[in-house]
C-alpha cells in the first residue's frame, strides 16, 4: 500500500533503458511518490524548466551525456536537491563510476539491478534529510 504523502514530491529519474526506468518509476510510484522519467541527461535537463525536483536518480552509462557529466549540470543548478546514482556496469567499472560520481557531488549510490527495498531504503533516507 502507497504511503500517504502530505506533499507531492517530484522525483526526475534519468534512465536510458526503458525496463530499468519502467521498473524503477513503477516501485517509487506505488510508495506515493510523483516520478518524471527522463531517457536521457539532455531531456532531463530540458525537463527542468517546467519543474524543480526534490529528488534525482541518475544512470551513470548513457549515449548523449553521461551521468557524471549531468551529476556535474545539476549541482551547478540545483546545489541542494539530492542525488542517487545509480550503474549496471560490472563490479570494477561500476564501482569506479559509482565513486566519481559521489566525488562530483552524488549523495547516495547504487549497483544495479536495485532491489525494490534497497532503492525505497535509499530514497526515503536522502528524503529525510531534505
Known amino acids: 500500500m502507497p504511503r500517504v504523502r502530505a506533499f507531492s514530491l517530484k522525483i526526475l529519474l534519468v534512465e536510458d ?3 530499468s526506468a ?3 518509476q513503477m516501485v517509487l510510484e506505488n510508495d506515493g511518490y510523483s516520478v518524471y522519467a527522463a531517457d ?7 525537463a527542468l524548466n517546467n519543474f ?8 551513470i552509462v548513457m549515449p548523449d551525456m553521461d551521468g557524471l557529466e549531468f551529476i556535474g549540470a545539476i549541482r551547478g543548478l ?7 546514482a545509480v550503474s549496471g556496469m560490472g ?3 561500476g564501482d569506479l563510476y559509482l565513486k566519481q ?5 552524488a549523495d547516495m549510490t547504487l549497483m544495479k539491478p536495485v532491489k525494490r527495498e ?3 531504503d535509499n530514497v526515503n533516507a536522502l528524503m529525510s534529510v531534505r
Open 17 to 19: 533503458n526503458r525496463l
Open 22 to 24: 519502467e521498473a524503477m
Open 40 to 46: 536521457s541527461a539532455r531531456h532531463a535537463l530540458r
Open 52 to 59: 524543480i525536483p526534490g529528488l534525482v536518480i541518475t544512470d
Open 78 to 84: 540545483l546545489p541542494n536537491v539530492p542525488i542517487l
Open 91 to 93: 563490479d570494477d567499472g
Open 101 to 105: 560520481a559521489q566525488k562530483l557531488g
Open 118 to 120: 534497497v532503492l525505497l
